[in-house]
């Protein structure tokens, strides 16, 4: 039976606090979005149907998490996704899902 110490209990909090990103639907769909390649916030709110201001929570929270990265080009400000595992999970769920079509 594993010890249940300081340092896993941690490494439990971080896995719950990754989990929890993903709970929402629209933050999945921001990560779907990314999978293939940078978009801007304007973008990204099209794509998953949903406002600036409530786009840019999500994405927020997520850049706060390390799951995604932002550049400013101006007055735009374009978000990728950074962890490489996420993205070809990601790729992964979505081929799957149109195979099952």
Same mark, same amino acid.
Request: aromatic letters at 4%.
């Given at each position: 039976? +594993?010890? +249940?110490? @300081?340092?896993?209990?941690?490494?439990?909090?971080?896995? @719950? @606090?990754?989990?929890?990103?993903?709970?929402? !639907?629209?933050?999945? *769909?921001? *990560?779907?979005?990314?999978?293939?390649?940078?978009?801007?916030? #304007?973008?990204?709110?099209? @794509?998953?149907?949903?406002?600036?201001?409530?786009? !840019?929570?999500? *994405?927020?929270? +997520?850049?706060? +998490?390390?799951?995604?990265?932002?550049?400013?080009? #101006?007055?735009?400000? %374009? %978000?990728?996704?950074?962890?490489?595992?996420?993205?070809?999970?990601?790729?992964?769920? *979505?081929? !799957?899902?149109?195979?099952?079509?």
């Amino acid at each position: 039976m +594993m010890e +249940m110490n @300081a340092e896993i209990k941690a490494l439990a909090k971080s896995q @719950a @606090a990754m989990c929890s990103v993903f709970a929402n !639907s629209k933050r999945v *769909l921001i *990560l779907w979005s990314l999978v293939d390649q940078e978009k801007s916030v #304007g973008d990204i709110a099209a @794509a998953i149907g949903a406002s600036l201001q409530c786009t !840019s929570q999500h *994405l927020g929270m +997520m850049k706060k +998490m390390g799951i995604l990265e932002s550049r400013r080009d #101006g007055q735009t400000i %374009y %978000y990728r996704v950074v962890r490489d595992e996420l993205e070809g999970r990601c790729k992964h769920v *979505l081929r !799957s899902q149109k195979n099952q079509k």
